[in-house]
């Protein structure tokens, strides 16, 4: 088999990635090198949806489910900063 897979990536990545450079600055206890860690935690929350290209996901998806993804990202991300955040304060008691 001569397949070459290296096109296969979860589409939430690049979008979860801008979105937790887009909010840190509304999060400035979570520092910069904890930034991939919130990264892996939103992406964690999301279902994966792998693609090939990008149009792909706009050819398949009605305008109400790429709403409904924009939504899902941002409330996992959010949530993940929010965990983060509270990981770290509970380590600093201690």
Known sequence: MH???????NHYERPVLEAVAAMAARYPFVRDDQLPDVA???L??????YIRHEV????????????????????????A???V??????????
Request: proline content about 4%.
């Open 56 to 79: 792909d996901l706009a050819f398949y998806l009605t305008a109400k489910e790429h709403i409904e993804i924009e939504r899902s990202i941002e409330e996992a991300v959010r949530y």
């Open 3 to 9: 397949a070459d897979f290296t096109s296969i990536r």
């Open 85 to 94: 955040q509270a990981r770290t304060a509970m380590r600093a008691r201690t």
């Open 81 to 83: 900063f929010e965990f």
């Open 40 to 42: 892996c935690v939103a």
């Open 44 to 49: 964690n929350r999301l279902p994966p949806r």
